[in-house]
T-cell receptor, first 114, second 111 residues
Framework: DAGVTQSPTHLIKTRGQQVTLRCSPKSGHDTVSWYQQALGQGPQFIFQYYEEEERQRGNFPDRFSGHQFPNYSSELNVNALLLGDSALYLC?????????????FGPGTRLTVT | RKEVEQDPGPFNVPEGATVAFNCTYSNSASQSFFWYRQDCRKEPKLLMSVYSSGNEDGRFTAQLNRASQYISLLIRDSKLSDSATYLCVVNILTGRRALTFGSGTRLQVQP
């Protein structure tokens, strides 16, 4: 049973560029959430996708956008990169069933903005 | 004030010791509670859910006090492999399914 997968594992970009990160959820899961984790901090919620729609959003600017595909996989796009966007980006998969709130994380994409 | 607060540590303990982590949360609407474990430069992994009645999984015991908005994790007979950062996590309902993480408590178990 494949767990959550993410690509790429590492990425180096320059300020002002755009980046796309990818995630495939665990088998049987239909919901994907994205988190940003800065060094020494806990993950911070960016947004969540279910049924190809953004369902919830954290306190992140519109430069952060996403998409979910019919096979439940998801992309996170960040435009006009800033140095402060350097972080570990984590994808978490879950089910949207009632009373099921556990989320399972992929290995993350480490983004460095120079 | 942060929504979820934890002592950052580090906690340095010898093998075999018992160690306890505490966490407080600010939103009384919080409904689901978890402890995740995160190894250095790896993803968080679900350690256990926390229920009002308290729950135990081997050497790990989690407790929830809703009145005080307080969650704890007890690790007995610490192993070297327990060295990691432990993240206290809450899920606030009222339409949200996002997890809110504390900054984590780092544990270093020493031989």
């Amino acid at each position: 049973d494949a767990g959550v997968t993410q690509s790429p594992t590492h990425l180096i970009k320059t300020r002002g560029q755009q980046v796309t990160l990818r995630c495939s959820p665990k088998s049987g899961h239909d919901t994907v959430s994205w988190y940003q984790q800065a060094l020494g901090q806990g993950p911070q919620f960016i947004f969540q996708y279910y049924e190809e729609e953004e369902r919830q959003r954290g306190n992140f600017p519109d430069r952060f956008s996403g998409h979910q595909f019919p096979n439940y996989s998801s992309e996170l796009n960040v435009n006009a990169l800033l140095l402060g966007d350097s972080a570990l980006y984590l994808c978490a998969s879950s089910t949207f069933e009632p009373n099921k709130y556990e989320q399972y994380f992929g290995p993350g994409t480490r983004l460095t903005v120079t | 004030r942060k929504e979820v607060e934890q002592d950052p540590g580090p906690f340095n303990v010898p093998e075999g010791a018992t160690v306890a982590f505490n966490c407080t949360y600010s939103n009384s609407a919080s409904q689901s509670f978890f402890w995740y474990r995160q190894d250095c430069r790896k993803e968080p992994k679900l350690l256990m859910s926390v229920y009002s009645s308290g729950n135990e999984d081997g050497r790990f015991t989690a407790q929830l006090n809703r009145a005080s908005q307080y969650i704890s994790l007890l690790i007995r007979d610490s192993k070297l492999s327990d060295s990691a950062t432990y993240l206290c996590v809450v899920n606030i309902l009222t339409g949200r399914r996002a997890l809110t993480f504390g900054s984590g408590t780092r544990l270093q178990v020493q031989p």
